[in-house]
C-alpha cells in the first residue's frame, strides 16, 4: 500500500525548515523534486506503508493507496495525529458499511518534550562492574507488589518439587 | 568520481543503530558516561523517532516477565524460551535481559507511553508475558528519552548516516565508516568501543508478495542486515544463523494475531472447519521433549498448519466471528454484550492501527466485519532476527554472574554482550542465541551492552585507531557503485540494462530467487537440502563476484547497493549452517528433507560461524548448548 502525494496539496514544505515526509520515512523513500517543488515516494514498491509520513504531512497532502497486487480498490485509512492522541478513519470498499472511527491515545501523563529521560529510580550502585542498570532495583518494582526487590531477581537452579508455577 | 568530503568523529562508545536497543543503549550509558566523563556517539541510518523494528508502532509490549507480581518467575521465562526455541538457546542472555526487562518498562510507562490498566490499576496481559499498550508512538516516546540522554551526557547522535564497514586493528573494533545519504559526505567514527544493534535482515528471501506488495514485509524492508554484515565483517563468531524466523500472520497484509490468539482466545482452523492444533497433535510427538511442551513451540504451530495446507485443506482462517460470539455470550445480559462488542471492536482495529495499518486497509478494502466471517492467515517468508522466535545473531558474552562453573568456560569473555572480536558489543537484532527479547528486551539489552561497553572502555580502551591507509581504501570501495554508475550508464540507452553494471534491486531479485528456491523459501513449502543447499551456493558465488558490478546512480541508491552486499553475507552466513546442521529441528521455519528428523544426540549444539574477510572463507564450528538449570531437558 504505497504512499502517494496529492499534487494540488503538497508545497514541499517550502514554509518550514526541511521536507516533513523526506526527514521521517525509514525507508528514505520520500523525495522533494526541487523543480516542482513537490514530494514523491521515489520506490513505492519499498513501501512499508508505515503512515508516518502520512502523519507528520503538515498540509495533510499524503495519501496511501492499498497495493495494488493484492488489495481491491475504494477503501481507505486516514489518520489525524495530535500530541496526545491519534484519529482514524476506516471506510470500506462496500459504501454500505459504515465508516469505523476511533481515537487512540499515544502519550499519556507526558506531553511531546517534557520527557525526563533518568532520575525516575534510585541507582543502587555507582559501580560500573556491578550487573545492576540504572534505577535498578527500585526500578523492577511496582506500587501494586507483591514482591519488592532489594537486589536482582534470581535464577531458580532447580525445580521446586511441585514443579513451579 | 563526485567529489566528497570527509568527516572524523572522535568518540569513546560508538552505537551504530537507532532502533529500540541503540535507544536503550543510549539512555543507560549517558548515565554512566556523565560520571566517568565519556562521550556517546549514536548514528542511525534514518530519523530515530521513526527509524527500526518499532518505527511503525507496537500494539504490545511482548515481553514483561511482570516478576514483582510474583507470578513468575525467571525460571519459569527461561523454561518458555528454551522450549519454544527446541533447546537451542543460552540461558545465560535470556536470563540476563529477563531479570532487568521489567525496569525497562516501567520506565517507559514514567515517559508516557500509555500501557493499557485494568479495574486494579495494573498491567492488562495480552498473554502470560506480553502488556497492552496504545502504541502508536512508542518509538517516538523512546526515541525522545535516547536523544534527550544523549544531549544532557554530551553525548551527539547522527541520523541519515548509513554505516557499511567495521574499522578495525590488530583483530579489535575501533570504529566505524559509512556515507551520508543526504549529501556527499563520508564518516568516519573512531571510537574505544563499539555497539553494534542495526537490526536484522528482511528480503534476503523472496517475499510472498513480489509486485507492489514487495515492501509489505511483516518486519520492515529497511532491516537490511546491517547488523550481521558489521559482525561478519569484522571476523566476530555467529551463531544461529540458521535459525530463520517464519511468523504466522494475516494472509498478505501481514497484521499481528497475537491480540486474537491471546487475548481474545480464538482457534485457527484448516477450510473444514478442523483445528490443525488437535487434529495434528500427534504428529508432536516427533519432535522430542519440545512437543510435549506448553505452549507449543511457534515453528511446531507453524508446521501443524503447513501439514493442513499440504493435505489441501487450506485455506487456513483465524476464526475471529468464533472468538467474538463466545466472549459475548459470556455476557451476562444483551446489553453488556452489546457494549462488549463494542470494546473488542476497537481493541481489534487498535491491534492493527498501532503496528500494521495495511491489515486495517486490507480488511476495510475486502469488507472484512471480524464478528461476522473469519480472517485467512498464512506464514509469511522467512527473516533473520534475533528479537522474536528467531534466533540469529552474533555470538556474544554472557553476564559472570549468571554462569555456573560448568559454563563460564565457554559462555563468559570479559563483558556481557562483546563478541569474540574486543572492543565490539551487540545488542537486539545483532546478537544471537537469546530470542524472545522483543521491543521492550531489545531496549534492555542494550542498556546491558552499553553499560559493559563502558566497563570495556574503562578497563582497556586506548587511543587505537584506524589508519589512514584503511580508511582511504574503504571509502574507495564504499564509494565503487557510483563510480561503475557513472562510468557506463552512456553505453546503453536505457539505465536498467547495461552490461556492466547491475543496479542494486536487480541484484535483490537475484539474491531472493537463489534463497527462494534452493534455501527452503516460500515457493519450496521451506523445504531444502545437502544437494539444493550446495547448488544454491554455487550461484551465490556468480553472485558475489558480481557484486562488485553493483551501480549506484544516487546517495539512496548506494545506500541499497551496500544493503544488498550486506544481505548477501547474512544470506550465505543462513546456507552454510543450515548445511551444516544435518538435522531437522526446527519444522515450521525449514525442514531439511535429506534430513528429516530431530538428533538430540549430535545437534543438540549451537551451530557457529565466522567469515574471513581477506580470503573469503568460511567457518563453521559447533559449540556446546549447556543450561544454567540443573533439571532442565537434555
Known sequence: MPSYVIASKCDGCKAQDRTACQYICPNDLMTLDRQKMKAYNRDPVMCWECFNCVKLCPNQAIEVRGYSDFVPMGASVSALRSTEDIMWTVQFRNPEIKPKRFKFPIRRGVGEGQIQPHGHYATASDDLKSPMLMGEPSALNTEHGPVTFTALPELARTRSPNGGK | ?634
Open chain 2, 1 to 634: 568520481m563526485t567529489e566528497f568530503k570527509t568527516v572524523v568523529v572522535e568518540t569513546d562508545l560508538l552505537i551504530c543503530g537507532g532502533g529500540m536497543a541503540a535507544c536503550g543503549a543510549a539512555v543507560e550509558t549517558a548515565h554512566w558516561a556523565k560520571k566517568q566523563g565519556l562521550k556517546v556517539t549514536l548514528v542511525d541510518k534514518a530519523a530515530v523517532d521513526r527509524s527500526g523494528a518499532v518505527a511503525m508502532g507496537l500494539s504490545a509490549i511482548n515481553l514483561y516477565v511482570d516478576l514483582n507480581s510474583g507470578n513468575n518467575s525467571l525460571r519459569d521465562y527461561v523454561d518458555y524460551v528454551r522450549n519454544d526455541l527446541m533447546g537451542i538457546t543460552r540461558e545465560d542472555l535470556v536470563a540476563n535481559i529477563a531479570r532487568h526487562v521489567d525496569s525497562s518498562v516501567h520506565m517507559f510507562e514514567k515517559w508516557g507511553l500509555p500501557i493499557w490498566k485494568d479495574d486494579k490499576g495494573g498491567y492488562v496481559h495480552e498473554g502470560r508475558w506480553q502488556v497492552m499498550i496504545s502504541g502508536e508512538s512508542y518509538k517516538v516516546i523512546v526515541a525522545e528519552a535516547a536523544k534527550k540522554a544523549l544531549a544532557e551526557a554530551g553525548g551527539e547522535y547522527f541520523e541519515r548516516v548509513f554505516l557499511t564497514h567495521p574499522l578495525m586493528v590488530d583483530g579489535k573494533c575501533v570504529g566505524a565508516i559509512g556515507f551520508s545519504n543526504r549529501e556527499n559526505t563520508v564518516y568516519v567514527f573512531k571510537a574505544k568501543a563499539v555497539l553494534t544493534a542495526m537490526g536484522g535482515a528482511v528480503h534476503v528471501f523472496k517475499p510472498r508478495s513480489t509486485g507492489e506488495g514487495l515492501g509489505r514485509s511483516w518486519y520492515p524492508p529497511f532491516n537490511s542486515a546491517g547488523s550481521a554484515a558489521f559482525t561478519l565483517y569484522a571476523g566476530a563468531e555467529m551463531t544461529c544463523q540458521e535459525v530463520r524466523f517464519v511468523p504466522v500472520r494475516f494472509k498478505d497484509a501481514y497484521g499481528p494475531v497475537g491480540a486474537w490468539f491471546l487475548l481474545f482466545k480464538s482457534i485457527a482452523t484448516n477450510a473444514l472447519g478442523e483445528d490443525y492444533m488437535q487434529t495434528n497433535a500427534e504428529e508432536l510427538k516427533k519432535w522430542g521433549p519440545y512437543g510435549e511442551a506448553k505452549p507449543t513451540p511457534a515453528n511446531l504451530r507453524n508446521w501443524l498448519m503447513m501439514l493442513d495446507i499440504q493435505k489441501g485443506k487450506g485455506p487456513i482462517y483465524m476464526r475471529t466471528e468464533e472468538a467474538i460470539k463466545r466472549i459475548s455470550q459470556a455476557m451476562p445480559d444483551e446489553k453488556a454484550a452489546r457494549k462488549k462488542l463494542k470494546e473488542l471492536e476497537s481493541e481489534a482495529w487498535e491491534d492493527f492501527l498501532d503496528m500494521t495499518i495495511a491489515q486495517a486497509l486490507l480488511w476495510a478494502s475486502t469488507n472484512v466485519e471480524p464478528d461476522k466471517k473469519p480472517s485467512e492467515i498464512m506464514a509469511c517468508e522467512p527473516y533473520f532476527i534475533g528479537s522474536h522466535s528467531g534466533a540469529s545473531g552474533a555470538w556474544v558474552s554472557g553476564p559472570k554472574d549468571l554462569q555456573t562453573s560448568e559454563t563460564e568456560g565457554d559462555y563468559f569473555w570479559g563483558y556481557a554482550n562483546m563478541t569474540t572480536v574486543p572492543g565490539l558489543f551487540a545488542a537486539g537484532d545483532a546478537s544471537g542465541a537469546s530470542s524472545h527479547k522483543f521491543s521492550s528486551g531489545s531496549f534492555t539489552e542494550g542498556r546491558l551492552a552499553g553499560k559493559a561497553a563502558l566497563q570495556y572502555i574503562v578497563e582497556k580502551g586506548n587511543g587505537v585507531t584506524a589508519s589512514d591507509a584503511q580508511v582511504q581504501a574503504l571509502i574507495q570501495e564504499i564509494l565503487q557503485p557510483l563510480d561503475t554508475f557513472e562510468k557506463n550508464k552512456d553505453y546503453s540507452t536505457d539505465p536498467d540494462i547495461n552490461p556492466n553494471y547491475l543496479r542494486p534491486k536487480q541484484f535483490m531479485s537475484r539474491l531472493q530467487k537463489i534463497m527462494d528456491e534452493y534455501a527452503g523459501g516460500v515457493s519450496t513449502q521451506l523445504a531444502t537440502s545437502k544437494a539444493q543447499l550446495e547448488k544454491g551456493l554455487e550461484l551465490l558465488a556468480f553472485l558475489r563476484e558480481d557484486a562488485n558490478k553493483l551501480g549506484a546512480e544516487s546517495l539512496h541508491e548506494l545506500m541499497r547497493c551496500w544493503e544488498n552486499r550486506h544481505r548477501l553475507l547474512q544470506a550465505e552466513a543462513h546456507m552454510r549452517s543450515v548445511l551444516f546442521r544435518e538435522e531437522t529441528r526446527w519444522p515450521g521455519y525449514y525442514v531439511r528433507t535429506d534430513k528429516p528428523a530431530l538428533d538430540q544426540e549430535n545437534w543438540l549444539a549451537f551451530c557457529n560461524s565466522k567469515y574471513n574477510q581477506e580470503t573469503g572463507e568460511w567457518t563453521m564450528v559447533k559449540r556446546p548448548v549447556k543450561y544454567l538449570t540443573t533439571d532442565s531437558p537434555r
